[in-house]
């Protein structure tokens, strides 16, 4: 398959009309697959109410079926259609955060939506992504599309369209070029089918975030407990990896530096993830800052492509600093462990 790519720039005015958008909007309707910016990392979406579309969207991707995917609206209208009830906590939060990146678990309308896109589940999760190519997009197809991460299954997700292309060129109808992404991790998940709602994942809005509107969240024993089994099946599978092992250090910087010259006297290729405060206290083959330190939201942006870049550098371990997990720093760390396969080394 020729994978078309459409440049977008998401500052024009009036994008609805833009021939790309509508012709990737077309595409959809046809029930063909299309990678999309949004805010938080790069979408493939398909309609969510066609099973071949959505077959399609686990194929390109080599995702397991067990995984469902969000469901992505331009418009609150939009999910009285699959939605069978929107609870208070619901409405406050999708008033204060959509559009934005945080994904809502509902519980779902039978009959509407392909049983592949929910994986059989009774719920549904949704969100409202906050770019407006994706907007755009959504608006001109009018449909439900459901959009996992535009990433083959267990890589870091895509935040260009080159990652994109790197995972996904041949194997998708198209992806719409709107820049690098933003937000730079996933939305946080949080379900609302529970009297107090529970965060399934951590993401670009945090705890704090949402209890300074709706008051006590709870956070799924799962994310910090390995024993007991997460309510978001995806949870579960190991992510986010680079081709080399990572491990994630706690200890001293000097330790970490020990480590690394422990490594090269092997005979390894060592990558240090680091950060612009530190990048110049570490001597490997490869160091990577990764945004800085003092803002976690552009250690969030940069995480992804840091994570490609070891890749492409062809390093044969990377050893990683640790994040404070607070704030946007507990998607960033949750995203490191999947990525690390939970390795720690302590001093
Ligand atoms: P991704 O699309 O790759 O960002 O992953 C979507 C995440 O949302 C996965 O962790 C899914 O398991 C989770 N998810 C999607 N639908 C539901 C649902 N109905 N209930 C709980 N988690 C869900
Ligand atoms: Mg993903």
């Known amino acids: 398959m020729n994978t078309k790519v459409w440049i977008v720039d998401k500052?024009?005015?009036?994008?609805?009309?833009?021939?790309?958008?509508?012709?990737?909007?077309?595409?959809?309707?046809?029930?063909?697959?299309?990678?999309?910016?949004?805010?938080?990392?790069?979408?493939?979406?398909?309609?969510a109410e066609s099973d071949e579309a959505v077959a399609e969207i686990f194929a390109a991707k080599g995702r397991p079926g067990d995984n469902p995917l969000i469901i992505h609206i331009a418009d609150k209208e939009q999910l009285s259609r699959f939605v069978s009830e929107v609870p208070r906590t619901a409405e406050v939060l999708m008033d204060a955060f959509w559009p934005g990146p945080l994904t809502i678990v509902f519980n779902k309308k039978e009959g509407v939506l392909s049983e592949k896109a929910t994986a059989g589940l009774s719920t549904v999760a949704v969100r409202m992504p906050d770019h407006p190519v994706a907007l755009a997009l959504l608006k001109s197809c009018g449909l439900p599309i459901a959009a996992p991460s535009a990433n083959s299954s267990g890589k870091p997700s895509p935040t260009s369209a080159e990652h994109v292309l790197d995972d996904l060129n041949g194997k998708i109808a198209g992806v719409l070029d709107g820049g690098p992404t933003g937000v730079g991790v996933e939305s946080?998940?949080?379900?609302?089918?529970?009297?107090?709602?529970?965060?399934?994942?951590?993401?670009?809005?945090?705890?704090?975030?949402?209890?300074?509107v709706i008051g006590e969240v709870r956070v799924d024993p799962a994310l910090t407990d390995e024993a007991s089994k997460p309510k978001s099946p995806g949870m579960k599978y190991k992510h986010y990896a680079p081709n080399a092992p990572l491990y994630l250090v706690s200890g001293t910087r000097d330790f970490l530096q020990r480590l690394v010259e422990e490594k090269e006297r092997e005979g390894l290729s060592v990558g240090v993830l680091t950060t612009e405060e530190y990048v110049n206290q570490f001597t490997a083959d490869v160091v990577l800052a990764c945004g800085h330190r003092a803002e976690l939201e552009t250690v969030a942006a940069a995480l992804y492509d840091t994570l490609r870049r070891f890749n492409q550098l062809k390093v044969d371990i990377i050893f990683s600093e640790m994040f404070p997990n607070e704030g946007v720093g507990h998607a960033i760390m949750n995203r490191l462990l999947k990525a690390a396969g939970n390795k720690i080394i302590g001093e």
């Open 11 to 47: 500052n024009v005015d009036n994008l609805e009309s833009n021939p790309q958008i509508v012709d990737a909007a077309n595409f959809l309707r046809e029930n063909e697959v299309v990678a999309l910016p949004t805010e938080t990392v790069y979408g493939l979406g398909g309609n």
């Open 188 to 212: 946080t998940v949080v379900d609302c089918t529970e009297a107090v709602p529970v965060i399934l994942r951590p993401g670009g809005v945090t705890k704090e975030q949402l209890e300074a």
